[in-house]
């Protein structure tokens, strides 16, 4: 039995040896930033604090659900499953296994301490297939539009008073016989969980290659490097075909109006040096993003009527931090796109044009600056509208947080940068949220007036700007990037 037992522990253990043991820090973070949000809901409303503490524990259970099936998945190689015997058989024993002990200590800890909810065995059978559901999505990443547009479309096409006379009669079902209708849920739900893992046949060997894709696709992302939407397979290719073919007539743009002069020589230095996240990219993936909102904002008034101005208002704060992840975050990736082009660079030096030493120094940082300051102002006035609509100027402060921490990140010495790792990726973004929510607390409980954080987030941004124009103006020059380091 231990010699069974043991193969099955070193598959769960595997996402937590696989993790990046050269950063930390970020794991680190992210788990006292979540202690600190716990701790302060529970000092806001005390009255909410064994919910709050069960919900916790259930959603922490989940994701580490999200990161041992994962791995799993992972583990599930093609060549691996067909010629390793044994090998399907304990990962799958291995799924189940904690797919089963990760819902059923999720149904517990609810049902022990949210008394107001339903039964134990509705959380068992809601908790088992809402697990089942979120391995499913990390495989096929469709289903996450499921979640996103599926509810809105749901209640808004009267769904729920057509399909009600069925839905009264699975409660009579579920009523009569609750522990027949459970065992036969949770098998079919098992049967789905087994499902994800294939047996090393053409199918298997093809949906393991795209998984692997978006995986190598969302690590890269975590370090800057984006690999488009091509990630996404065959969707994805055709969705990132306009994008490619703007890049590629403004490509064959820049190169027909070469002139050696300096302006000439950064625009087409800067298709190199800013890669995916050049600016072109980032005002389409905009353009379409704030599209797709729209639209999506347009179907679900159409469908909700006017009851849904109340909603209007009362989304307001999600659609600003989603407009805000949109124009801010992007920026701040900027400098490790340096790191990821710094082969070419060598040979970028010589173009005809180019600024050389310290004016090196100089054009590539207002490269930067001229980008991030663009997408802030147009930000900036898009919040402004969702603020004024939703009668909440305190939005505003998330552009406020956001300009100081943009200048001072963007105008480092490039020939000093070190290799981007996820942490470098997520401090900036983190740091804008916590500096844009902190200068909103400021607004909202001490009364602080917008125009003076507006003014403050300008004066710091100066200073810091200025400060870090002078290092620049001495510092090695900028290219390649990272050969300080």
């Given at each position: 039995?231990?010699?069974?037992?043991?193969?099955?522990?070193?598959?769960?253990?595997?996402?937590?040896?696989?993790?990046?043991?050269?950063?930390?820090?970020?794991?680190?973070?992210?788990?006292?930033?979540?202690?600190?949000?716990?701790?302060?809901?529970?000092?806001?409303?005390?009255?909410?604090?064994?919910?709050?503490?069960?919900?916790?524990?259930?959603l922490?259970?989940?994701?580490?659900?999200m990161?041992?099936?994962?791995?799993?998945?992972?583990?599930?190689?093609?060549?691996?499953?067909?010629?390793?015997?044994?090998h399907?058989?304990?990962?799958?024993?291995?799924?189940?296994a904690?797919?089963?002990?990760v819902?059923?200590?999720?149904?517990?800890?609810?049902?022990?301490f949210?008394?107001?909810?339903?039964?134990?065995?509705?959380?068992l059978?809601?908790?088992?297939?809402?697990?089942?559901f979120?391995?499913?999505?990390?495989?096929?990443?469709?289903?996450?539009?499921?979640?996103?547009?599926g509810p809105?479309?749901?209640?808004?096409?009267?769904?729920?008073?057509?399909?009600?006379?069925l839905?009264?009669?699975?409660?009579?079902?579920?009523?009569?016989?609750?522990?027949?209708?459970?065992?036969?849920?949770?098998?079919?739900?098992?049967?789905?969980?087994?499902?994800?893992?294939?047996?090393?046949?053409?199918?298997?060997?093809?949906?393991?290659?795209?998984?692997?894709?978006?995986?190598?696709?969302?690590?890269?992302?975590?370090?800057?490097?984006?690999?488009?939407?091509?990630?996404?397979g065959?969707?994805?290719?055709?969705?990132?075909?306009?994008?490619?073919?703007?890049?590629?007539?403004?490509?064959?743009?820049?190169?027909?109006?070469a002139?050696?002069?300096a302006?000439?020589?950064?625009?087409?230095a800067?298709i190199?040096?800013?890669?995916?996240?050049?600016?072109?990219y980032?005002?389409l993936?905009?353009?379409?993003?704030?599209?797709?909102?729209?639209?999506?904002?347009?179907?679900?008034f159409?469908?909700?009527?006017?009851?849904?101005?109340?909603?209007?208002?009362?989304?307001?704060?999600?659609?600003?931090?989603?407009?805000?992840?949109?124009?801010?975050?992007?920026?701040?990736?900027?400098?490790?796109?340096?790191?990821?082009?710094?082969?070419?660079?060598?040979?970028?030096?010589l173009?005809?044009?180019?600024?050389?030493?310290?004016?090196?120094?100089?054009?590539?940082a207002?490269?930067?600056?001229?980008?991030?300051?663009?997408?802030?102002?147009?930000?900036?006035?898009?919040?402004?509208?969702?603020?004024?609509?939703?009668?909440?100027?305190?939005?505003?402060?998330l552009?406020?947080?956001?300009?100081?921490?943009?200048?001072?990140?963007?105008l480092r010495?490039?020939a000093?940068?070190?290799s981007p790792?996820?942490?470098?990726?997520?401090?900036?973004?983190?740091?804008?949220?916590?500096?844009?929510?902190?200068?909103?607390?400021?607004?909202?409980?001490?009364?602080a007036?917008?125009?003076?954080?507006?003014?403050?987030?300008?004066?710091?941004?100066t200073?810091l700007?200025?400060?870090?124009?002078?290092?620049?103006?001495?510092?090695?020059?900028?290219?390649?990037?990272g050969?300080?380091?």
């Amino acid at each position: 039995m231990m010699n069974s037992a043991h193969p099955c522990n070193q598959l769960l253990l595997a996402f937590w040896r696989q993790r990046d043991r050269e950063a930390p820090w970020g794991r680190r973070a992210l788990f006292a930033l979540t202690l600190l949000g716990l701790a302060l809901g529970l000092y806001l409303v005390p009255q909410m604090a064994r919910p709050l503490l069960a919900g916790s524990a259930a959603l922490a259970l989940m994701s580490l659900w999200m990161a041992v099936i994962g791995s799993l998945m992972q583990q599930n190689h093609p060549h691996v499953a067909r010629f390793v015997p044994g090998h399907l058989r304990r990962t799958l024993t291995a799924a189940l296994a904690a797919w089963a002990g990760v819902s059923l200590a999720s149904a517990v800890l609810l049902w022990l301490f949210m008394p107001m909810l339903p039964s134990f065995a509705l959380l068992l059978l809601g908790a088992a297939a809402l697990l089942a559901f979120m391995g499913w999505a990390m495989r096929e990443w469709q289903l996450w539009l499921v979640v996103s547009i599926g509810p809105v479309l749901f209640f808004g096409a009267g769904l729920d008073r057509k399909l009600a006379p069925l839905g009264a009669a699975l409660r009579e079902l579920w009523l009569g016989q609750p522990l027949t209708v459970l065992a036969g849920c949770l098998l079919a739900l098992g049967w789905l969980v087994a499902r994800l893992f294939g047996h090393g046949d053409t199918a298997h060997r093809a949906t393991y290659a795209r998984t692997e894709r978006m995986r190598r696709a969302a690590e890269d992302s975590m370090q800057g490097k984006y690999a488009g939407a091509a990630a996404f397979g065959r969707v994805g290719e055709w969705l990132s075909q306009p994008f490619a073919h703007a890049a590629s007539t403004w490509q064959r743009h820049v190169v027909a109006k070469a002139k050696p002069t300096a302006g000439s020589a950064m625009s087409r230095a800067e298709i190199v040096l800013h890669g995916r996240q050049h600016w072109l990219y980032q005002s389409l993936g905009a353009v379409v993003g704030v599209v797709i909102a729209a639209l999506s904002f347009v179907v679900a008034f159409a469908l909700a009527g006017q009851g849904l101005q109340d909603h209007w208002t009362k989304g307001a704060y999600g659609m600003a931090i989603g407009l805000a992840s949109i124009g801010f975050n992007p920026c701040f990736t900027l400098p490790n796109m340096l790191w990821h082009s710094r082969r070419e660079q060598a040979l970028l030096r010589l173009l005809p044009g180019l600024p050389q030493g310290q004016a090196l120094n100089r054009a590539v940082a207002w490269m930067q600056l001229r980008h991030v300051l663009v997408a802030w102002a147009l930000t900036t006035a898009g919040l402004g509208l969702l603020a004024w609509a939703a009668n909440e100027p305190g939005l505003l402060c998330l552009a406020f947080g956001a300009l100081p921490l943009s200048t001072g990140w963007l105008l480092r010495v490039p020939a000093r940068m070190k290799s981007p790792t996820a942490w470098a990726t997520v401090v900036p973004i983190l740091a804008f949220m916590l500096m844009g929510w902190g200068l909103y607390l400021l607004h909202r409980e001490l009364r602080a007036p917008l125009i003076l954080l507006a003014v403050a987030s300008v004066a710091l941004s100066t200073g810091l700007g200025t400060w870090r124009w002078h290092a620049l103006s001495a510092a090695p020059a900028a290219l390649p990037a990272g050969r300080l380091s």
